[in-house]
């Protein structure tokens, strides 16, 4: 064990921001971008150190899951082009539904995961990246 690895703040702070990518999968993402306020403005405090890759993967993480959340509501557009037709725009609306609560299920998974597995490898004083 790393006794000064263990004791520095940029690892309280890095566990801190970790669980508050988990929590913000509730909170609308609002806790994630509080989150990657803070990876940005704290980015040059953790440069040379395990703490940087832990950055580096939580910020990629965010950009990520914003793409996928964006990509999730696209198919709302198609709702536009349905016409008069009821039946359409029924069609469309609820495919359009299922896709987007298929693909944030997915992400919501996925950003869990990454936390989860930058917690495991914060905890045992690694970098994400080898």
């Not at 359409?88 to 597995?117: D, H, K, P």
Request: glycine share 4%.
């Amino acid at each position: 064990m790393n006794y000064s690895v263990d004791q520095d703040p940029n690892r309280t702070l890095t566990l801190i921001l970790y669980v508050l990518y988990i929590i913000a999968i509730f909170t609308g993402g609002l806790l994630a971008i509080v989150a990657l306020i803070i990876n940005y403005v704290k980015r040059r405090d953790v440069q040379g150190s395990i703490f940087e890759s832990h950055f580096k993967w939580q910020i990629r993480t965010f950009w990520w899951y914003l793409a996928w959340n964006i990509i999730a509501f696209i198919p709302f557009l198609f709702l536009f082009f349905t016409g008069d037709n009821p039946n359409v725009f029924a069609g469309v609306a609820l495919s359009a539904v299922t896709f987007a609560f298929a693909v944030v299920f997915v992400a919501w998974i996925w950003i869990v995961y990454r936390a989860i597995r930058g917690l495991i490898a914060l905890n045992d004083n690694k970098p994400m990246y080898s």
